[in-house]
């Protein structure tokens, strides 16, 4: 008789192998047909230049701009524990040129954020958070960017981008792929420092007020209807 589980370890190391083999070329092909236009960039060089650490946050459903265009900087990202979505992403987000590292805040969190911590004690270090992400609630923010820019000095950049063309899938958030041969618009925001001392609850409108800007500039930079 087989064995569920037996099974179920099988397909999620066949769905992790397969993943690992077309995610990366899948990813190049959809957004490196592309035409990318890139507005406040600048914001992430000078930090990097006056020796400061970055965190960029993007809300979840729009996160594959921020991650396609940043690729192959061995900049850090943070992919969650649950197998095999999770590992998929990871092994992707390495072969793309990322340090990925592995945890969210319902599982694996603690040493996830510790890890986030030391690497941005590091400066010039820049690490890319969905702060709504990996579960929701959708656009808003949890405690773990504005905690570490306090524990850490970092400065805050917020991201959004979005395509001209695009799919879009539904589960807890509305997540978007883009298509190939459009046009991609890619934000960054003005940087938002966090003193150690900030009122938890302000900083997190503050971040809150300025992702929602950026993405209905964005929105509005490729002629998207709200969906």
């Not at 592309?34 to 809300?59: C, L, M, P, R, T």
């Not at 820049?126 to 702060?131: D, S």
Request: glycine share 10%; net charge positive.
């Amino acid at each position: 008789m087989p064995n569920p589980k037996n099974e179920r370890r099988l397909k999620n190391r066949f769905l992790v192998w397969l993943g690992e083999l077309i995610g990366p070329p899948a990813l190049r092909f959809l957004y490196n047909t592309n035409k990318w236009e890139f507005v406040g960039k600048h914001y992430i060089e000078d930090q990097i230049k006056s020796g400061k650490s970055i965190i960029i946050a993007s809300w979840h459903g729009t996160l594959l701009t921020v991650f396609m265009g940043l690729a192959n900087k061995n900049y850090f990202g943070m992919a969650g524990n649950h197998h095999p979505e999770a590992e998929i992403i990871s092994r992707v987000g390495r072969k793309l040129g990322w340090k990925v590292i592995r945890g969210s805040s319902t599982d694996g969190g603690k040493e996830a954020y510790e890890k986030m911590i030391r690497s941005l004690k590091t400066p010039g270090s820049v690490f890319a958070i969905t702060p709504d992400g990996p579960q929701g609630p959708a656009k808003t923010p949890k405690a773990g960017a504005i905690r570490a820019a306090q524990k850490t000095g970092a400065i805050i950049i917020p991201a959004a981008g979005q395509s001209t063309k695009r799919w879009s899938f539904k589960n807890w958030d509305i997540f978007y792929l883009a298509k190939p041969y459009g046009k991609i618009i890619q934000l960054f925001g003005e940087p938002i420092i966090i003193n150690k001392n900030d009122d938890f609850r302000t900083s997190v409108e503050k971040l809150k007020t300025a992702l929602n800007n950026l993405e209905k500039e964005a929105n509005a930079r490729v002629r998207m209807e709200k969906e």
